[in-house]
């Protein structure tokens, strides 16, 4: 059961990895925009924090993902993990990187049928976006439901589950009941789990 934190701002990691429940980090490039810096500062410095797992993500044609992803794990060594999209080339793209012994993390998965392939890919995890799958009126936490129950039934046990686009606190929990190897929050959404009304009260 781990908890990631969906951010580039290393100052907001560097805050929270002091609490010793952080596990990895999940980066974007759109997180990585908003940090405004040089990608692989950013990533050294998460790197240089302690976190040993960290999702880097990579765009382009499947030969430029492949190419990157290469690079990127012969920079940073085992705490890369290559983020490639659920796509046909995304999917040749693990396959590659899977077979030179490198963690790829499939994002942008929307159904359960996206995480077979993304498992026979040879994905260290894929990663369904629950927030995005509530805000077009399905249930997202049912979608971590359903790829959860499928790979037990199948003994998938290579790839887990990240439960990713997890904005409040209740989805955290639910994710987790659902079967979520590892669930990747926005960084607001962190210190709110330590909260409770009532541990409040009693403390007074
Ligand atoms: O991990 C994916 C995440 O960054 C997307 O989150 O809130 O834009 O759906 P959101």
């Not at 580039?8 to 990895?17: F, G, L, M, S, Y």
């Not at 080339?89 to 942008?108: D, P, S, Y």
């Not at 498992?119 to 805000?135: E, L």
């Not at 009126?137 to 979608?143: Q, R, T």
């Amino acid at each position: 059961m781990r908890i990631f934190l969906d951010t580039a701002d290393t100052a907001v990691i560097r805050k929270h990895w002091d609490t010793g429940l952080i596990d990895g980090v999940t980066t974007n490039p759109t997180l990585m925009m908003k940090a405004g810096r040089n990608v692989d500062d950013v990533y050294q410095e998460i790197k240089d924090i302690g976190v040993t797992d960290i999702s880097m993500e990579v765009v382009g044609s499947g030969a430029d993902m492949i190419n990157e992803g290469l690079r990127l794990h012969k920079t940073f060594g085992q705490c890369a993990t290559i983020k490639v999209p659920m796509t046909k080339e995304g999917l040749l793209a693990c396959r590659t990187l899977f077979g030179e012994g490198i963690n790829v993390n499939v994002t942008l998965i929307f159904s359960a049928a996206q995480a077979i392939l993304a498992a026979k890919a040879g994905a260290k995890y894929v990663s369904p976006f629950v927030g995005r799958v509530d805000d077009n009126s399905f249930d997202g936490i049912e979608l971590i439901d359903q790829i959860s129950d499928i790979y037990t039934i199948q003994n998938i046990r290579k790839t887990e589950i990240l439960a990713a686009s997890v904005r409040d606190v209740k989805t955290v929990s639910d994710s987790f009941a659902s079967g979520a190897h590892v669930v990747t929050i926005a960084p607001p959404v962190f210190p709110q789990l330590f909260y409770h009304v009532l541990t409040d009260h009693g403390l007074y």
